[in-house]
């Protein structure tokens, strides 16, 4: 028995494994990990009296997802698809499905806030003081309260020089900016009442639906113009 009469369990409690996943990823919540449960991505044993027992094979998918929602911005159904494609699930999650083969972008450094002045923004991503006024005019990029630069800031400054060797100018980017806008109308819809709930577990649940949504319009924005584009050539 336990000093406080509770037996003994064998596993890591909720808490425990908060521990071990914290130092990687500081914003996972206790709420988190029962959301992602509740989702099927794990399902740790429990005891007679109800208390979860999770196993280090629990806590190796948990890193996983986490690493594919913070690193891939996966969709939870996509994650679970890889895991439950796994050959045996006793193995754990990271050395089944492979996430340390997965290649992590450069530009989506693993959990480091981004604080960067002008001078280093333009020294990260190659841009210059013309092409980003032109930026912050078409409201595409901007700067913090005190003046400096977020990772977003950082990534699509990147990926507008990116596209820009294909002779695409901000200018031409505002349809994204208007459609972005948008959907952050919908998803506003559907989340604003839960956020302006009282319990900090429905803001947490929010904040998992806005990431699941965000995912999956990507997701959705990419195919559409991927079969736009082969309809033009085929046309």
């Known amino acids: 028995m336990t000093s406080a009469g509770r037996p003994q369990r064998d596993g890591l409690s ?12 500081p914003d ?16 740790p044993a429990r005891t007679p ?16 997802v986490l690493a594919a929602q913070r690193d891939h911005y996966l969709p939870l159904k996509v994650i679970k698809e890889q895991l439950d494609a796994a050959s045996d699930p006793d193995q754990p999650a990271r050395a089944l499905v492979g996430v340390d083969r997965l290649p992590t972008p450069e530009d989506f450094a693993a959990g480091h806030e981004v604080r960067m002045t002008r001078e280093e923004l333009f020294a990260e991503t190659g841009i210059d003081q013309r092409l980003l006024t ?22 699509v400054a990147r990926i507008v020089v990116a596209m820009g060797e294909f002779g695409i100018e901000p200018r031409h980017l505002r349809t994204f900016k208007v459609s972005a806008d948008r959907e952050v109308g919908l998803l506003h819809q559907i989340v604003g009442p839960m956020y302006r709930q009282r319990d900090p577990d429905a803001r947490e649940r929010a904040d998992e639906i806005v990431r699941e949504l965000a995912s999956l319009s990507v997701a959705l924005h990419t195919l559409l113009v991927k079969t736009g584009l082969r309809g033009v050539a085929g046309g």
């Open 49 to 64: 009296s109800g208390y979860r027992q999770f196993t280090q094979v629990d806590v190796d998918r948990l890193r996983y």
């Open 134 to 155: 032109e930026l912050e005019n078409y409201g595409l990029v901007r700067s913090g309260a005190a003046g400096f630069y977020d990772q977003d800031a950082m990534l």
């Open 28 to 43: 996972v919540t206790i709420s988190k990990i029962r959301f992602l449960e509740s989702e099927g991505l794990l399902r």
């Open 14 to 25: 909720i808490g425990a494994v908060l521990a071990q996943l914290r130092p990687e990823f």
